[in-house]
């Protein structure tokens, strides 16, 4: 496929992605934290356990986003 | 979507997949006539088991071998293909015909000489692999087929090798039992497939990122045989004095992205039929973190352990070694404690 179709943008996208997870290494390992205790602990894994870390973490990447745009 | 139109190109180009399983060649010597047996309708015990896509797996292999880096995307293949190529030469023996079953672009015959073997016939499903092989020293003929359907006659070839390509096939044991076929008495079959523990760490993060944002998950990789399996398939298919044996390669990636678009570009991407064609930008994220949190190393950097099951098997034949028949030992195991220590120097 020629030219610049959906597909295209969103793996022009998606190569970023890398680079913008780097930057938010702590949020990521408080979420990933949260997530493994589960592996562990007692607690069963639901969804939205660890909502909290998952929206900083988003926020996060997000931001890193806007500013690479910038 | 497109996905229909598709398919219908798709037919009308290719049915190498299908049962009339056509093959071209490259050179002179054709394969045998008929097809070896096991067809569609030659299976005892069950209807057949239906868990990939091979036409998607066709046009993933396709798309794989026409991009323009495809060589970074090797070093797996590599790697497999050389220790297939290391058990070919641990076997003192010349073999006039030689199989590569699913050989894709030919990692196995450039490390072979034409000593150890003197015709080489390298089948595949894509045949922009087969167009892009890489040179070896053996004469090769490249055949477009199916490794379920394998078009030659029964008792062809001398050896018979496959490289991480059995791990896509629908029907396995119905597979070996045409490997058994094609094979002359005498003749071994020398393969590796991956199994059992590939890729747990990307399987167990996305699974717990799925649970964790959207309340379920689905399968993103796809099944594995067990070590323990392979014993008994080759078993079933006819082989005999079997060797198995696992290694573990593991490789270390940046992140969880760079192994995903490595596993594309190996033309390892899933095909299963209940494969979920979406994952979501949260899901992602989520199991990246999970992923770097739970197996990353000190650097940084994330494993991806790739267990690759090496398997060697004969056709039966007067000459190799049989059991000894009941009742014919010589001594007895409980003269074991009767045999002295030697006392001489040279012995190790």
């Keep these: 496929m020629s030219g610049s179709n959906v597909w295209s943008r969103t793996r022009e996208k998606m190569r970023l992605f890398p680079e913008l997870f780097a930057q938010c290494a702590n949020e990521a390992a408080v979420y990933g934290k949260c997530v493994a205790a589960t592996t562990t602990g007692t607690q069963e894994l639901r969804k939205d356990l660890c909502a909290k870390e998952f929206e900083a973490l988003k926020i996060c990447f997000t931001n890193a986003a806007k500013k690479r745009a910038r | 979507m497109s996905g229909r139109l598709c398919r219908r190109l798709l037919r009308l180009g290719c049915p190498a997949s299908s049962a009339g399983s056509w093959s071209r060649l490259s050179g002179t010597g054709r394969p045998g006539a008929g097809r070896s047996g096991t067809g569609r309708s030659g299976l005892s015990g069950g209807g057949r088991m239906n868990v990939f896509s091979?036409?998607?797996?066709?046009?993933?292999k396709d798309w794989a071998a026409q991009l323009q880096d495809s060589q970074q995307y090797d070093y797996l293949r590599?790697?497999?293909?050389?220790?297939?190529?290391?058990?070919?030469?641990?076997i003192a023996r010349t073999f006039p015909l030689a199989l590569d079953i699913g050989g894709g672009r030919s990692h196995i015959a450039e490390h072979?000489?034409?000593?150890?073997?003197e015709r080489f016939c390298l089948t595949d499903v894509s045949q922009q692999s087969l167009r892009r092989r890489r040179p070896s020293e053996i004469p090769t003929h490249c055949v477009l087929a199916d490794e379920e359907f394998l078009p030659f006659k029964e008792n062809t070839f001398d050896l018979v090798v496959s490289s991480l390509a059995l791990h896509w096939i629908n029907d396995l044991p119905g597979a070996l039992r045409q490997i058994h076929q094609v094979l002359k008495p005498d003749g071994v079959f020398i393969g590796a497939m991956v199994g059992g523990e590939?890729?747990?760490?990307?399987?167990?993060?996305?699974?717990?990122?799925?649970?964790?944002?959207?309340?379920g998950f689905s399968p993103h990789i796809s099944p594995y045989t067990?070590?323990?399996?392979?014993?008994?398939?080759l078993g079933q298919a006819g082989f005999n004095m079997l060797t198995v044996d696992i290694d573990d390669i593991q490789v270390h990636y940046p992140g969880i992205m760079e192994v995903m678009t490595d596993l594309q570009g190996m033309g390892e991407s899933n095909c299963a039929w209940n494969r979920k064609s979406l994952l979501h930008r949260d899901t992602i994220l989520a199991a990246a973190a999970i992923y770097k949190e739970m197996y990353g190393s000190e650097d940084g950097s994330i494993p991806a352990t790739f267990e690759i099951l090496y398997m060697i098997g004969w056709k039966p034949h007067e000459s190799q070694a049989k059991p000894a028949k009941r009742g014919s030992a010589t001594v007895s195991f409980g003269d074991l404690s009767k045999i002295s220590r030697p006392s001489g120097t040279d012995q190790p």
């Design chain 2, 112 to 117: 072979l000489s034409k000593e150890v073997v």
């Design chain 2, 226 to 233: 067990a070590v323990t399996d392979l014993g008994n398939l």
């Design chain 2, 78 to 90: 590599e790697e497999v293909g050389s220790r297939v190529a290391d058990r070919v030469y641990d």
């Design chain 2, 198 to 215: 590939t890729l747990y760490e990307l399987r167990c993060s996305l699974q717990l990122a799925e649970t964790e944002r959207e309340g």
């Design chain 2, 54 to 60: 091979r036409e998607m797996k066709q046009r993933q």
